[in-house]
């Protein structure tokens, strides 16, 4: 089997599973999605989803944001882990948003990860998943899965998402994420994993990590 019949099996295995995954974090726009995102770093999206009811009922938008104090975002977001750094970037970026582009979220990499606390994998989320342009984020799970399948040497995340990017189509990279966060959560947990009994991990898991 050639290294792209195995990424096109996987792909229907996915596909079969998880035929029209959601966006899991819950939001309204692209300032509430990038709040929610920002806030998922080493956290799950359950928790994520169950804090920012409280916060966006305070403050949806950069304009009510900024009228918070760092400590007030703070006390809010603290199920999420990493309060005291989210909190300043929440407030950061709501006020670079107001002053350098009118209280909207920029729909570039380079503006995006240029805000505070904003990283890579949080503007990729972003761009695809709101402005529906080709990336692919990959997190800690997407790089354990990846590597796991042999679709990536582990070395780093970096070097997952390069890996992802040439072997899957462009025009699936939006899903694929999505579904691979989905498929890891039913199938492939990182803990208590039965990697015979998974659909993917059955027919393609790496031997070297086979009991």
């Not at 990846?146 to 189509?169: C, F, M």
Request: net charge neutral; charged share 25%; hydrophobic share 35%.
């Amino acid at each position: 089997m050639t290294k792209a019949e195995k990424v096109a099996d996987i792909l229907a295995i996915l596909e079969h599973h998880f035929p029209n995954p959601e966006i899991p974090l819950h939001h309204k726009d692209a300032y509430t999605l990038l709040v929610s995102v920002l806030l998922s770093a080493q956290c799950t999206d359950e928790r994520v989803n169950k804090t920012t009811p409280a916060l966006f009922k305070q403050a949806d938008n950069p304009y009510d944001m900024v009228k918070m104090s760092v400590e007030e975002i703070r006390e809010i977001i603290k199920p999420c882990g990493l309060s005291p750094m989210k909190s300043k970037g929440i407030h950061g970026l709501s006020q670079i948003l107001i002053d350098q582009y009118d209280g909207e979220v920029p729909g570039t990499f380079e503006a995006l990860e240029a805000l505070p606390a904003v990283g890579h994998k949080t503007a990729s989320v972003v761009m695809t998943q709101w402005f529906g342009l080709p990336a692919f984020p990959v997190d800690t799970h997407i790089h354990r899965l990846a590597y796991r399948w042999g679709l990536t040497n582990g070395k780093s995340v970096e070097q997952t998402e390069h890996d992802l990017k040439r072997l899957i189509p462009q025009e699936k990279w939006n899903k694929a994420h999505l579904q691979i966060i989905y498929f890891g959560r039913k199938f492939c947990p990182a803990r208590g994993h039965r990697w015979t009994e998974c659909p993917i991990c059955s027919k393609y898991m790496r031997k070297d990590l086979r009991d």
